[in-house]
């Protein structure tokens, strides 16, 4: 049984918003640090946003500082990736994580192979 599910993603033109979610038992929001990350064809998979497991603190990459938001809904068990001002270079499959480690830097530094638990990916393509 899939343990993080994601939803969302699609085309977009550039200068457009999309919304990322990411459904995870119960266990699994309350306990684990989550975020997301992304990837393209011939690269590594690369930090985008995390959130702490108590969601008191967010960490983003510089790429999309100002123009992503992370966020979780408690009585959802669901995580958010608000995505505003999307540029053609946005483009990629985004990944749902999440770890145990609970602290959102840990993930914003941790190598993506550490990672314990994925999501099944959603294509995000934002055209020009």
Known sequence: ????????????QAGGSLRLSCAASKDIFNDYGMGWFRQTAGKEREFVAAIDWNADN?????SVKGRFTISKDNAKNTMYLQMNNLEPEDTAVYYCAADPNGASQAMGVMPAKYIALWGQGTQVTVSS
């Open 1 to 12: 049984q899939a343990q993080l599910v994601q939803s969302g993603g699609g085309l977009v």
């Open 58 to 62: 967010t960490h983003y990459a510089d």
